[in-house]
C-alpha cells in the first residue's frame, strides 16, 4: 500500500510563501491523481489542486494565480509552491493519491503539515 508524508508546513507573513513537498513510499503509477487538500479547525476538508499523470492541473478558484501543483514520478513525490500567502489559506494541508480501481476508488492520505499565514 501507499504510504504519503508532507514536509514544508510552517509559519509564514502574509505575502509570503511556501513550498509543500509529499513524498510516498509504494509504487505511484501515471494513473494516480494526486492532489493537496486543506482542513482547517471546526472546517470541512477542501481540494486545493489536482494533477494527473499527464501533468493535468486543477486548482480550486481561491488559490488560481498563487498556488502551483507539480510532480515528479521517478521520485514518487507531488509538490505544492504557495505563493502570496494569505491569513486565510491557514490550515492544515494534505497530501492525497487517488487510485481507480473497479470495485471502488482508493484514497491514501498522508498525515497532514501544518501552514499557518500570520503577521
Known amino acids: 500500500q501507499v504510504q504519503l508524508v508532507e514536509s514544508g508546513g510552517g509559519l509564514v507573513q502574509p505575502g509570503g510563501s511556501l513550498s509543500l513537498s509529499c513524498a510516498g513510499s509504494?509504487?505511484?503509477?501515471?494513473?494516480?491523481?494526486m492532489g493537496w487538500y486543506r482542513q482547517a479547525p471546526g472546517k470541512q476538508r477542501e481540494l486545493v489542486a489536482t494533477?494527473?499523470?499527464?501533468?493535468?492541473?486543477n486548482y480550486a478558484d481561491f488559490v488560481k494565480g498563487r498556488f502551483t501543483i507539480s510532480r515528479d514520478n521517478a521520485k514518487n513525490t507531488v509538490y505544492l509552491q504557495m505563493n502570496s500567502l494569505k491569513p486565510e489559506d491557514t490550515a492544515s494541508y494534505y497530501c492525497?493519491?487517488?487510485?481507480?480501481?473497479?470495485?471502488?476508488?482508493?484514497?491514501?492520505w498522508g498525515q497532514g503539515t501544518q501552514v499557518t499565514v500570520s503577521s
Open positions: 492525497n493519491l487517488r487510485r481507480p480501481v473497479v470495485s471502488a476508488t482508493s484514497d491514501y
Open positions: 494533477i494527473t499523470g499527464s501533468s493535468r492541473t
Open positions: 509504494g509504487r505511484i503509477f501515471s494513473i494516480d491523481v
